[in-house]
């Protein structure tokens, strides 16, 4: 049996807006997020380790900031592509774990939505998906709020 392990990080500044996209959830705030896509962090994070793990690059590569296609695109849409692409190739999502680095919003009361939209997208069951938040304690770029990030770490498995 071969399995594999990818990891994924990704950032994205705080700029003007009145909502930010973590997991596809649309979160009421005073900030939107600076990026090509919705910005959505977590999901990005997941692509790259999806990606990572089936040695097929990264997110830059599969949807470029420098292709308007992609402008304003639903990281949700992204996601599914990324699923379809490991299932070519015979791969399934073992499970995945991800930290979102947040000082603010509170994440807490959307964790359980977020899983709900990325077991959907990856088509797997919710116990397959792990999102924790944590803060920097005001450290940082992340503690001075200008900004979100995420880990992901997956485990690929064979597909049925």
Do not use: W
């Not at 509170?106 to 397959?128: F, I, K, Q, S, V």
């Amino acid at each position: 049996m071969i399995v594999r392990i990818g990891h994924g990080y990704d950032v994205h500044a705080f700029g003007p807006g009145d909502h930010l996209v973590l997991g596809g959830v649309r979160i009421p705030f005073r900030h939107g997020f600076v990026a090509h896509s919705d910005g959505d962090v977590l999901i990005h994070a997941l692509c790259d380790a999806l990606l990572g793990a089936a040695a097929l690059g990264d997110i830059g590569r599969h949807f470029p900031d420098s292709d308007p296609r992609f402008a304003g695109i639903d990281s949700r849409r992204l996601l599914r592509h990324v699923r379809e692409l490991l299932s070519e190739r015979g791969f399934a999502l073992g499970n995945a774990d991800m930290t979102l680095v947040a000082q603010s919003p509170r994440m807490t009361p959307h964790l359980e939505a977020m899983t709900a939209n990325l077991a959907a997208d990856c088509r797997t069951e919710t116990d397959r998906i792990n999102i924790k938040a944590t803060t920097t304690e005001k450290l940082g770029f992340v503690g001075r709020e200008e900004g979100v990030a995420c880990h992901a770490v997956v485990l690929l498995c064979p597909k049925n």
